[in-house]
């Protein structure tokens, strides 16, 4: 029986996201991104294809590395004009009871204590369907937004991290025992004073003295998302994910990933099965694998190789938009996403990638890989990178939507489920308990099960 395979769907509260130049495609609908109605037929749509969870990415400022402005960002809608993830998740639960929603939120601006208490909210409404994916940031255009001249250097944003997350678990876990909140209409006692407990914390970054003022939520902490692939990425991820997010152009490139990231988690004290790990993938379907080419070559005739390049330039940190085309893509380190390069390196080590092939290649998908067929030859290949590559299941980007997420759902989820390798029901409870058949709260060795009070 093959593994069963996880699915989240990538996307962002905007019109482009990974595929630049798309939203032109006639059939694109992406650019209703600021309609209510859409956001809940999507939502509604994963729920229909049995998808995990959507994955909503953020950025907190604008592509403007590529030429030295903003002005090929704004052209081409690359990532903006954008919308807040967050507000989005209410509505979208309310029109499902299983989908699960894993929301981008950066810590390097968001104050803990009401970041903790917007969380505990969310987790409420859904009834324990949320996921945060924590990042540190990577956009100068986003440190100055925060009053700062520019980011934070790369590992001490991951010194930071640590120190926040401890203090979120410190909010979400130990501020409120379970049984504190005591509804005795009789006595007049809603809460229990000696259950809450005031989180005192004086660290090198952070200074907190209050309660959590939310109630304990069914999840209290949120299933943990994280990105990273750093060295000093992996080692968070170890500690404190359960779900990491990665990126590889074939399968082969892939294995080492995997294997780095589950052996952080056995450094860390935790099993290396405690980390689910999705790739990013883009999927093109039709009924034969002929006619899933033709698609691909009709959505290649939209796609914009400037808005790809003002992409990686945000992304890596470095100016493209004066390289020669046949001009090989160096790695260069810097304070923005440090392996951003690597994918493409990583897909075959001796193949010299240019400037000009790197446009091509992330102006589809971004940085994942694109797979093309009927599918069965979808279906295939999806399962193979499950067995071969150690990953539990994929992150899907989008090219034409809604079509792409509903062609997936209707032409390869019968084949995955088919194969023993999908699932045809959700299990219950929460996203942690869906994923993981376990919870719905962390449990040791996971750092943040320290912080809890014994019932």
Request: aromatic fraction near 10%; hydrophobic fraction near 40%; proline fraction near 6%.
């Amino acid at each position: 029986m093959p593994k069963q395979i996880r699915l989240n769907a990538f996307n962002m509260n905007c019109a482009v996201h990974q595929s630049p130049g798309l939203w032109r495609h006639p059939r694109d609908r992406s650019t209703e991104y600021t309609s209510m109605a859409w956001w809940l037929h999507l939502a509604k749509e994963l729920e229909r294809g049995f998808f995990d969870g959507m994955f909503l990415a953020d950025v907190t400022g604008i592509y403007d590395v590529y030429g030295g402005n903003s002005r090929a960002a704004l052209r081409g809608g690359i990532q903006v004009p954008l919308n807040d993830p967050f507000m989005l998740v209410p509505a979208m639960a309310a029109v499902t009871e299983h989908l699960g929603f894993g929301i981008t939120g950066n810590l390097t601006c968001e104050p803990p204590h009401t970041f903790a208490r917007r969380f505990s909210t969310l987790d409420h409404l859904t009834a324990g369907r949320v996921g945060w994916n924590i990042v540190t940031g990577y956009l100068n255009s986003a440190a100055r937004a925060q009053g700062q001249a520019k980011q934070t250097a790369h590992d001490t944003r991951y010194d930071i991290a640590a120190e926040y997350m401890a203090l979120m678990y410190k909010l979400w876990e130990g501020s409120w025992e379970d049984d504190a909140v005591r509804l005795d209409r009789t006595a007049g006692v809603y809460v229990d004073p000696d259950k809450v407990h005031r989180v005192q914390h004086e660290g090198e970054w952070f200074h907190l003295d209050a309660i959590h003022l939310s109630e304990p939520s069914p999840q209290r902490t949120p299933v943990l998302f994280q990105a990273g692939t750093s060295t000093k990425g992996v080692a968070f991820a170890g500690r404190h994910a359960e779900c990491v997010f990665v990126g590889a152009n074939s399968r082969h490139g892939m294995v080492p990933v995997t294997q780095n990231i589950r052996a952080n988690a056995v450094a860390a004290g935790r099993r290396a099965e405690d980390i689910a790990i999705f790739a990013m993938l883009t999927v093109v379907v039709d009924d034969t694998d002929a006619l899933a080419r033709d698609r691909l070559e009709e959505y290649r005739r939209y796609a914009s190789p400037e808005g790809a390049l003002t992409l990686l330039s945000g992304w890596s940190g470095v100016d493209f938009s004066d390289c020669d085309p046949e001009e090989p893509l160096r790695f260069v380190k810097n304070d923005a996403i440090q392996t951003m390069l690597s994918p493409v390196s990583r897909s075959n080590p001796e193949q010299v990638w240019t400037v000009g092939r790197a446009a091509t290649h992330y102006a589809l998908g971004g940085a994942s890989p694109v797979l093309v067929g009927s599918p069965t030859t979808v279906a295939e290949e999806m399962i193979a990178w499950v067995e071969t590559a150690g990953v539990d299941g994929f992150n899907l980007t989008y090219t034409v939507a809604p079509e792409s997420i509903t062609g997936f759902i209707d032409r390869v989820v019968p084949e995955l489920q088919n194969r023993g390798a999908y699932k045809t029901s959700y299990g219950p409870g929460t996203l942690r308990e869906k994923l993981f058949a376990r919870g719905p709260r962390l449990s040791s060795p996971h750092p943040a099960a320290a912080y809890r009070h014994p019932v």
